[in-house]
C-alpha cells in the first residue's frame, strides 16, 4: 500500500522560511516524478513544483519562482519543498503527489498517489 505523508507545516509570521517534508512508503519512487501542490481556501489546486525522477530537473508555478525549492533524498524516499521569504499568500494546503513517469508534470491528473496534505498559514 502506498503512502505519502507531508509534514513540516504549521503556522509562521511572514518572512519566515519552512522546509516541508513528504515521506514516501509501500514503493520507491526515486525514479518517478514527483511534486508539491497547494490550495488555499476557495480556490482550485495549484501546481507548485515538480522533479523529475532522475532529480536532474526541476520545474516551479510562476509565482513560484526564487523562494521554492523542490528536492528529493532518494535514500529515504523523501521529498522535500523549502519556502522561505513567506508570504500570507501562501496560505495554503500543500499536498505532495507522485507520479509513475519519470518527467516533470505540472497537471494534477498526471500524478497517481496523493498525500493527506500539510497546512501552512502565513501571518502578516
Known amino acids: 500500500q502506498v503512502q505519502l505523508v507531508e509534514s513540516g507545516g504549521g503556522l509562521v509570521q511572514a518572512g519566515a522560511s519552512l522546509r516541508l517534508s513528504c515521506a514516501a512508503s509501500g514503493r520507491t519512487f526515486s525514479t518517478y516524478g514527483m511534486g508539491w501542490f497547494r490550495q488555499a481556501p476557495g480556490n482550485e489546486r495549484e501546481f507548485v513544483a515538480a522533479?523529475?525522477?532522475?532529480?536532474?530537473?526541476?520545474l516551479y508555478g510562476n509565482s513560484m519562482k526564487g523562494r521554492f525549492t523542490i528536492s528529493r533524498d532518494s535514500a529515504k524516499n523523501t521529498l522535500y519543498l523549502q519556502i522561505d521569504s513567506l508570504k500570507p499568500e501562501d496560505t495554503a494546503v500543500y499536498y505532495c503527489?507522485?507520479?509513475?513517469?519519470?518527467?516533470?508534470?505540472?497537471?494534477?491528473?498526471?500524478?497517481?498517489?496523493w498525500g493527506q496534505g500539510t497546512q501552512v498559514t502565513v501571518s502578516s
Open positions: 522533479i523529475s525522477g532522475s532529480s536532474s530537473n526541476t
Open positions: 503527489a507522485a507520479s509513475t513517469y519519470a518527467g516533470l508534470m505540472t497537471l494534477d491528473r498526471l500524478y497517481a498517489y
